[in-house]
């Protein structure tokens, strides 16, 4: 499964600061739970390939 493969799975996804000063994305999607904690950097870096993913993406549905 690729980044373009479709499939209709639903999740919850949250994201917070943890106790630890970390930075985690929780999954939940048919009972299984992912948690993915992140130092602030690594976090930072991550909501810039978000941001940049998303002008990508306007530029194809453009």
């Known amino acids: ?3 373009n493969s479709e499939r209709d ?3 919850n996804m949250q994201i917070g600061p943890t106790d630890l000063g970390m930075v985690r994305l ?3 999607a048919d009972g ?3 948690p993915m904690d992140f130092d602030p950097e690594e976090a ?6 978000l ?6 993406a306007r ?3 453009g």
């Open 1 to 3: 499964m690729g980044i």
């Open 9 to 11: 799975i639903e999740a």
């Open 26 to 28: 929780f999954i939940e």
């Open 32 to 34: 299984v739970e992912i």
């Open 44 to 49: 930072e870096e991550i909501a810039e390939e």
């Open 51 to 56: 941001r940049a993913a998303a002008q990508a």
């Open 59 to 61: 530029l194809v549905t």
